[in-house]
C-alpha cells in the first residue's frame, strides 16, 4: 500500500498547537495593557467639549448658561437648551475617572459666551484612593499618571486640558 507524503503544508496538529500558543500568549498579555491614560484622556476631551457647548448654548440662545463640576462625582450635567431642543443630560465618566479638585466648580458664559468669574482649573484622575488635596501640594502620581488639569480662561473661555 502507499502512502501520499505530501511536504508543502502543515498538519492539523501543527496549526492547532500554533492556535493554542497564541491563545495562551493573548491571555497574559492583554491584561498587561493599561487604558488608564486612554480613559483620563477621553473624560478630559468630553468635559472640554461640554463647557464649549455650554458656552455655544449662552451665545446662541442670548443668555447666561453655567455647568457645575463637583468634587468626588463620576458624573455632570450637561446644561440644557432654555428654548427646549435639548434636555439636560447627565454625563458619566469613563471607568473610575473622578474630579478630585475643588469642592466645587461652576463655570458660567454670559449671553456673549465671556466667562464670568476669573479663570478657573480643575483635576481630574482615575484610580487610586481620593485624598484631600490643595492647588499649592505637589501633583498627585498615581501609577497610572498625574492628574489632568482642565483650564477655563475668563473673557474668552477658552479651555485647555493639560
Same mark, same amino acid.
Given at each position: 500500500?502507499? $502512502?501520499?507524503?505530501?511536504?508543502?503544508?502543515?498538519?492539523? @496538529?501543527?496549526?492547532?498547537?500554533? @492556535?493554542?500558543?497564541?491563545?495562551?500568549?493573548?491571555?497574559?498579555?492583554?491584561?498587561?495593557?493599561?487604558?488608564?491614560? @486612554?480613559?483620563?484622556?477621553?473624560?478630559?476631551?468630553?468635559? +472640554?467639549?461640554?463647557? +464649549?457647548?455650554? +458656552?455655544?448654548?449662552?451665545?446662541?440662545?442670548?443668555? /447666561?448658561?453655567? @455647568?457645575?463640576?463637583?468634587?468626588?462625582?463620576?458624573?455632570?450635567?450637561? %446644561?440644557?437648551?432654555?428654548?427646549?431642543?435639548? %434636555?439636560?443630560?447627565?454625563?458619566?465618566? %469613563?471607568?473610575?475617572?473622578?474630579?478630585?479638585?475643588?469642592?466645587?466648580?461652576?463655570?458660567? $458664559?454670559?449671553?456673549?459666551?465671556?466667562?464670568?468669574?476669573?479663570?478657573?482649573?480643575?483635576?481630574?484622575?482615575?484610580?487610586?484612593?481620593?485624598?484631600?488635596?490643595?492647588?499649592?501640594?505637589? %501633583?498627585?502620581?498615581?501609577? /497610572?499618571?498625574?492628574?489632568?488639569?482642565?483650564?477655563?480662561? +475668563?473673557?474668552?473661555?477658552?479651555?485647555?486640558?493639560?
Amino acid at each position: 500500500m502507499k $502512502f501520499l507524503h505530501n511536504k508543502n503544508g502543515f498538519t492539523l @496538529i501543527e496549526i492547532i498547537s500554533v @492556535i493554542l500558543v497564541m491563545g495562551v500568549l493573548a491571555a497574559v498579555a492583554v491584561p498587561m495593557f493599561d487604558s488608564t491614560a @486612554i480613559d483620563d484622556s477621553m473624560a478630559a476631551n468630553t468635559i +472640554q467639549a461640554d463647557i +464649549q457647548y455650554a +458656552q455655544e448654548l449662552a451665545m446662541t440662545r442670548d443668555q /447666561s448658561v453655567s @455647568i457645575t463640576f463637583q468634587r468626588n462625582a463620576v458624573s455632570y450635567d450637561v %446644561p440644557a437648551d432654555p428654548n427646549g431642543v435639548y %434636555p439636560l443630560e447627565t454625563r458619566e465618566l %469613563p471607568n473610575n475617572v473622578v474630579i478630585v479638585y475643588p469642592l466645587t466648580t461652576t463655570i458660567t $458664559f454670559n449671553s456673549f459666551g465671556e466667562k464670568l468669574n476669573a479663570t478657573e482649573t480643575f483635576y481630574i484622575r482615575s484610580g487610586g484612593t481620593l485624598a484631600p488635596w490643595n492647588p499649592g501640594d505637589p %501633583p498627585l502620581t498615581l501609577p /497610572s499618571g498625574e492628574l489632568t488639569a482642565i483650564t477655563v480662561e +475668563q473673557f474668552t473661555g477658552r479651555v485647555t486640558v493639560s
